[in-house]
């Protein structure tokens, strides 16, 4: 490999310059057209925050996934509060003062506090022209066994003064069957009652004491995710302190609060808090760096145009390709800045180390086959992680490539032209730390006995190795978030779980009758504690069959019971079995008002393919899985149900390709080795892969020792030191060719001082840039830098023995 002689003719340069400059105004112009909207306020953030959209869709049941769509859409904009005080009149009266205060809030919408008459409504008025066709199960085993005791009952609640029964509702429901059925929806709903308009329950909180909660809910105006929505919390935050502080006779209340926005505005915080002590610790690093060993400020600035113009091309590239730019992404492309600036460093330690002999062309010549090689082998590293199905890698595989792209053209179309001035002679810094340190690596044995000994006690550290490939790693929880979360499903019995049953069937009345068949199941679960409770249509809608036989009891009760329920309470007349069947049919659920909190269960029809082309689908929601084996038992007798856990789902892909990214990295050992064997042969190329291949057992095997459990995102961070820690072999072995091409050794040493130099700024600012992502209070990021940090350190330290006639003679030592 060499350098194209057309460069070395002073046009070509400054063509290759305006040429590259080009391309670089061109990104500015694409990172212009894409910013200008949201500076001037008319557009969205090309930047995405939505955890999400890191996730592959489910590749096996488009069913399926848009199941899980319609369920995060109907959820991802809902707030939810609790009013929490000591009694329920303390609790009513600061929760009508919170949901008037909310309505100040613009940026809410649908805010439901206190229920209105029409509101309270809605379920009788939906359900009384269908009383006749309606009945609890406990109601249908009475009526078909012992119908009698229906009489009875209404009897007793008539003479109880606390029943509340009037006239009026029993000349519309003699036998009570539609009040009841109404209580039992309710008793369905959650333990919440009504208390002056607002939705109230009593209950003992996690400190030990009895508590009074209001439930108040909300929608957002736009995405949880929106930048513009998160900065406004500020806002509802202040209005929950006011509460706080508030007195209310003495007594105090408090907001508690969950929904996605809470959580996307935590996670966005966190990535921006990250990439500002990754990316501005990385930088300062790197500049405090320049002018310690160049001590001036032309290195310095080549290496921040370096630096800028990689990650300006890998932004620019990225929004080109996949629209939006997803801050997890930048958050590890802050790290790019230790990486990108390798080919400048090598660059401009070859300027230091000539002196008043500097020629900037042959200064490119002299690195390009090395730099070209390790841009090579750092892309075959990157560009694998795009064999992973998730949007977020495939994104941080473009980026880093892109952008070491454009580190490494910068320098060789730029460098020669602006750094061609010569700088004085002087020796390299640290001069005697470089000699010893060749030094070391020249003592007989070393070069085999210290790679095995690392190699060993790295095998050793992943004898008991552990995996874990939990996708919840991916997103740091807030302690307070959780807990709030926590009392607040222990009080509603709703929490923010994507774990589902997805029921199918060739017609809508045939899933009506699965999900009341399902129902019955989970009731059965539900009752063994293997599940807190569930949301299902089916509570609501029977079976048209269903119905029927609820008709075909009550009018049998009419007739059986009519005339002794009448002789009973002095009725004037005996009541009059119904006459007609009329059944609540789905439509007509789903158009009515009541059913808003529950149309999104309904998938409707579907067209989507022709194994499922016809067939209806409807989604039964579940909180609080404490047996997930029981419930996949039940989906597994019916192969029209299926059990739905996102995060389960993911976490399963983690695994797969888990398994897939060690072939792969297998894979990508095996073609360098061949790379490198053409380049310097079979024997030469085992020592200039072997540091790298120490380098990343020994990452794994550290992050195992501290505890933190192996997975995919370890597998990414080998990647990464296979493509970043083979550049320092490879150096080193060029070095060695470049000698026994030129048949001397009077420049061995200095060229060898000015690689490890060059190598050591290098390893340097990466473990300034990835060393701190070990700092990430996100686990699977935290593990990732550690074995980073270990693997960098370990690809450094055995670099030199890459290089050939190691027992040479210490000529200039």
């Not at 930047?47 to 995060?72: G, R």
């Not at 709903?189 to 109230?200: E, H, P, S, V, Y």
């Not at 002590?277 to 990385?282: A, E, P, R, V």
């Not at 300062?284 to 290496?303: D, E, H, K, Q």
Request: proline residues 4%; neutral net charge.
């Amino acid at each position: 490999m060499s350098l194209p002689s057309e460069l070395h003719h002073g046009k070509a340069s400054r063509l290759a310059a305006v040429i590259w400059l080009a391309c670089l105004l061109l990104a500015i112009a694409v990172l212009a057209v894409r910013f200008m909207p949201l500076i001037s306020g008319q557009g969205q953030s090309p930047i995405e925050t939505n955890i999400l959209k890191l996730l592959p869709q489910n590749q096996q049941d488009p069913l399926a996934q848009k199941a899980f769509e319609q369920i995060a859409g109907a959820m991802e904009d809902k707030l939810l509060f609790l009013v929490k005080a000591p009694d329920d009149a303390t609790a009513v009266k600061a929760a009508s003062q919170f949901s008037e205060q909310l309505t100040s809030l613009d940026w809410l919408t649908d805010i439901q506090g206190k229920i209105t008459e029409t509101q309270q409504q809605a379920w009788g008025k939906l359900f009384y022209p269908h009383r006749f066709s309606l009945l609890t199960p406990e109601q249908q085993q009475r009526l078909s066994s012992q119908p009698a005791t229906q009489t009875q009952k209404v009897v007793q609640s008539v003479y109880n003064p606390f029943s509340g029964v009037t006239a009026n509702e029993l000349s519309n429901d003699p036998f009570l069957l539609f009040r009841d059925y109404l209580q039992s929806l309710g008793q369905q709903a959650g333990q919440f009652r009504l208390d002056n308009g607002f939705l109230i329950s009593r209950q003992t909180a996690p400190d030990g004491q009895a508590h009074s909660y209001v439930l108040i809910t909300a929608r957002l105006s736009g995405s949880p995710y929106s930048p513009s929505l998160q900065a406004r919390l500020p806002e509802l935050t202040l209005l929950e302190q006011t509460i706080a502080h508030t007195d209310f006779n003495g007594q105090q209340a408090q907001v508690l609060h969950t929904g996605v926005l809470f959580y996307a505005a935590f996670g966005t915080q966190s990535a921006k808090d990250e990439i500002s002590t990754i990316g501005l610790g990385s930088l300062l690093g790197v500049i405090l760096l320049l002018l310690i060993v160049y001590r001036s400020a032309l290195p310095m600035t080549l290496a921040l145009v370096s630096i800028g113009s990689g990650l300006l091309c890998a932004l620019a590239a990225c929004l080109l390709i996949f629209g939006k730019v997803h801050l997890f992404s930048l958050v590890f492309g802050a790290s790019l800045i230790g990486v990108s600036i390798d080919y400048a460093f090598h660059y401009l330690t070859d300027r230091l180390a000539a002196g008043s002999r500097w020629n900037p062309v042959a200064g490119l010549k002299h690195i390009f086959a090395a730099i070209t090689l390790g841009l090579i082998t750092s892309l075959v590293g990157y560009l694998s992680m795009l064999v992973a199905p998730f949007p977020g890698l495939q994104q941080l595989a473009l980026f880093s490539a892109i952008g070491l792209t454009g580190a490494y053209l910068t320098v060789v179309c730029w460098y020669p032209l602006l750094a061609a001035s010569k700088v004085h002679d002087a020796p390299l810094p640290q001069l005697r730390l470089l000699n010893a340190a060749l030094a070391f690596w020249q003592k007989p044995g070393l070069r085999y006995l210290l790679p095995s000994a690392i190699l060993l006690a790295a095998l050793f550290g992943l004898y008991h190795v552990h995996y874990d490939d939990d996708i919840r790693q991916l997103q740091a929880l807030p302690e307070g978030l959780q807990t709030q979360e926590a009392e607040i499903k222990a009080v509603t019995g709703m929490g923010s779980t994507q774990q589902m049953l997805l029921l199918r069937a060739r017609s809508e009345q045939a899933l009506l009758t699965a999900l009341s068949q399902t129902d019955h199941q989970l009731q059965g679960l539900k009752a063994e504690g293997k599940l807190t409770s569930f949301t299902s249509l089916g509570t609501y809608v029977p079976a048209e069959v269903q119905q029927k036989l609820n008709f075909e009891l009550i009018t049998q009760l009419y007739r059986s019971q009519g005339d002794k329920l009448a002789a009973t309470l002095g009725m004037k007349q005996a009541p009059v079995a119904p006459e007609q069947f009329a059944p609540l049919t789905l439509t007509e659920f789903l158009a009515s008002p009541a059913s808003d909190a529950l149309r999104f269960l309904w998938l409707g029809e579907q067209e989507l393919g022709e194994d499922s082309a016809g067939k209806f689908a409807s989604v039964v929601l579940l909180s609080g899985v404490n047996d997930a084996r029981a419930i996949k038992a039940l989906a597994a007798n019916n192969g029209d149900i299926s059990f739905l856990d996102k995060a389960d789902e993911i976490s399963s892909l983690f695994g797969e390709y888990r398994i897939r990214v060690t072939e792969l990295l297998l894979l990508a050992f095996g073609l360098i080795y061949g790379l490198l064997t053409v380049r310097f042969g079979w024997r030469q190329a085992c020592w200039v892969i072997l540091p790298t291949v120490v380098a990343s057992v020994a990452g794994l095997a550290v992050t195992n020792l501290t505890g933190l459990p192996l997975n995919l995102f370890n597998l990414l961070a080998v990647i990464l030191i296979l493509g970043i820690g083979i550049d320092y072999s490879l150096f080193f072995a060029e070095q060695s060719r470049h000698k026994e091409l030129a048949g001397s050794a009077s420049q061995a040493t200095p060229a060898r001082q000015s690689t490890l130099l060059a190598i050591s700024l290098s390893a340097a600012t990466t473990l300034l840039s990835f060393g701190l992502l070990a700092l990430s209070h996100t686990m699977a990021i935290h593990s990732f830098g550690i074995t980073v940090l270990t693997g960098i350190i370990v690809a450094w330290f055995l670099a030199p023995v890459s290089m050939k006639n190691l027992s040479t003679r210490r000529e200039g030592a």
